[in-house]
DNA sequence: GTCTATACGGCGATAGAC
DNA sequence: GTCTATCGCCGTATAGAC
């Protein structure tokens, strides 16, 4: 098997190159400046293209956006269901709403901890999250998944709760989660700097306890 | 005192309300489609007016956006600032954390459940606020004094916990607040209707008692 | 106070050379 | 696979009539 030329391995391995470089540029444009407010042209003189070849690779802005998100999200995802199987493989019936938000959350912040495209992408998530435009069902065909999977264990933790209490625990977690990776430098503002949004570790641990918390008090239980 | 003439009397009434009309337009429009996504042409239209008449009033773009925000972050924050001194009175050292958050919370939740307008008002602040770009600084200067009015309570409520972790309740609950005010329906997906994100006493009710209790906890209060 | 007409730049997108 | 050149539209903004 040797039907691939060093020529041919070279131009893959080219293309890879490129594609890697316009998928991080486009992210952190993205990132800074929203959808609407970033240009392909922008983006291309920004990773050292032009326009057309964005085109030859995405097709269109949308493609381009579809594609940023695309590459992250089904890694994490992956990840974070795979975490949260491990848990109730592991607690059973012994499992408490910080486990499930710690299995859920810990995947995200470490990732977003180490890298800067991660952080960039995840700041994509939150606004997008807050969003009420077109751009949301993006999102929703990526995370609906996960999120129903940490519904379902939540409903296990707390088999006596009404339903729609879990729903609304669920949705005052992702509101927290989503601000809190998104990085905006809010509270380092209101704190003069006695807190940074960019320490992940201390926002994952204080997220875990505060919400898990809450949602118990919620959800009724003693 | 009669120098306002019929003629100049009608013209005022005319103007307040075209520029009533045209705020109430860019409000709405913005709420569905972001800064960067509205243009002052689709208002201009959706108001029966002219982008001429758009500048005449607002100067450019920027200036109609704030005066969308202006319009009613000070009528709100008014009244909040009033709902917590009110509380912080009555309540004196018994002060407790969901009397802080229902002080804080309980105005927008009664306004945005009564009116359109102010839903859409909402929504804009809601991906302002999990947003990196500089339309962020506009928001800080109208919410900063209640913020930190809101944070001063926190403290008095809990003297014995570190300062930080007061920060990072306030920034967790912050999170849940904005993304309860959006209206983004992603709950109402994810419940199959059976929870609605335009359920807003439901959700003031239960977002107190949530981040409540998780506070407390993260401020380590017995 | 409101509109018509228009300038001007930048946007996404395309054809085609290399 | 990558670039140059260019199109046509639409964005904000302006001048000036009514």
């Known amino acids: 098997m040797n039907d691939i030329q060093p020529t041919r391995r070279k131009q893959a391995e080219r293309r890879q190159g490129s594609e890697t470089k316009i998928l991080d540029t486009a992210e952190a444009i993205f990132a800074a400046n929203g959808f609407n407010g970033t240009t392909m042209h922008q983006v291309a003189k920004a990773a050292g293209a032009d326009t057309a070849l964005l085109r030859y690779y995405f097709t269109d802005k949308d493609g381009l956006f579809d594609a940023v998100l695309k590459r992250r999200s089904h890694e994490v995802n992956a990840i974070r269901l795979t975490a949260l199987d491990a848990y109730e493989a592991s607690a059973g019936d012994a499992m408490t709403i910080e486990g499930i938000l710690e299995a859920f959350t810990r995947p995200a912040f470490d990732l ?111």
């Not at 999977?149 to 209490?165: C, G, N, S, Y």
């Open 112 to 222: 977003i901890a180490a890298d800067e495209g991660w952080q960039n992408y995840a700041a994509i998530v939150a606004y997008i999250n807050s969003s009420r435009g077109a751009l949301r069902q993006v999102m929703s065909a990526n995370f609906d998944v996960a999120s129903q999977r940490v519904i379902a264990l939540m409903r296990r933790a707390f088999p006596h709760a009404d339903e729609r209490e879990i729903y609304w625990g669920y949705h005052f977690f992702t509101g927290a989660f989503t601000f809190s990776i998104g990085q905006t430098g809010r509270i380092d503002v209101l704190s003069d700097g006695k807190v940074s949004s960019l320490d992940f570790d201390a926002i994952c641990d204080r997220l875990v306890v505060t919400l898990g918390a809450g949602i118990r008090e919620l959800c009724g239980r003693r």
